[in-house]
T-cell receptor, first 112, second 113 residues
Framework: KQEVTQIPAALSVPEGENLVLNCSFT??????LQWFRQDPGKGLTSLLL?????REQTSGRLNASLDKSSGRSTLYIAASQPGDSATYLC???????????FGDGTTLTVKP | NAGVTQTPKFQVLKTGQSMTLQCAQD?????MYWYRQDPGMGLRLIYY???????DKGEVPNGYNVSRLNKREFSLRLESAAPSQTSVYFC????????????FGDGTRLSIL
């Protein structure tokens, strides 16, 4: 059974810092890994999708990497802003079923 | 979120009551999913529908039923609500292929007294 872990559970940084969020998974047989952002009381907004054959994806100040062999992905946020404050979740889509497994998320607070 | 609409947004029920959560999408996606999100438990899959006319159980299906009414709509029914079903319920869609992203609705916040 796939297990997805996100560490740390919470992170607080001053504005302007570069930061890295971590996601690890136990089964490397995956189609893709997706990073989401969730604001309080809202649904999940897709940030980046990395296919199993890819090493990284970039969108603006966000860069996500994938190392399938080690079961790890990172989300790099450059020059963090207070508006980046949210919970960030990763989800892994396994090849043996059309279902995604989610981590519990990292709650990020960026202080002005 | 654009494209996936969930109704209602909030609901309070008494134990034993029944209700149906509605999800509709205008993205022409084949696959649709129902999740629940609980503190400390993350997002857990209740049921999913890989295509119109098919449904499958997810991780926590007990106490729920689903209907894929057509390609656009996927409903979740609680036949006899229990306090343990107090949660935030999310509907999600995917175009169909494994290399496509999931898209989520804004959720239904359900409290069962």
């Amino acid at each position: 059974k796939q297990e997805v872990t996100q560490i740390p559970a919470a992170l607080s940084v001053p504005e302007g810092e570069n930061l890295v969020l971590n996601c690890s998974f136990t089964d490397s047989a995956i189609y893709n890994l997706q990073w989401f952002r969730q604001d309080p009381g809202k649904g999940l907004t897709s940030l980046l999708l990395i296919q199993s054959s890819q090493r990284e994806q970039t969108s603006g100040r966000l860069n996500a990497s994938l190392d399938k062999s080690s079961g790890r992905s990172t989300l790099y946020i450059a020059a963090s802003q207070p508006g980046d404050s949210a919970t960030y979740l990763c989800a892994v889509l396994g090849t043996n079923a059309g279902k995604s497994t989610f981590g519990d998320g990292t709650t990020l607070t960026v202080k002005p | 979120n654009a494209g996936v609409t969930q109704t209602p947004k909030f609901q309070v029920l008494k134990t034993g009551q029944s209700m149906t959560l509605q999800c509709a999408q205008d993205m022409n996606h084949n696959s649709m999913y129902w999740y629940r999100q609980d503190p400390g438990m993350g997002l857990r899959l209740i049921y999913y529908s890989a295509s119109e006319g098919t449904t499958d159980k997810g991780e926590v299906p007990n106490g729920y039923n689903v209907s894929r009414l057509n390609k656009r709509e996927f409903s979740l029914r609680l036949e006899s609500a229990a306090p343990s079903q107090t949660s935030v319920y999310f509907c999600a869609t995917r175009r169909g292929a494994g290399n496509q992203p999931q898209h989520f609705g804004d959720g239904t916040r359900l409290s069962i007294l």
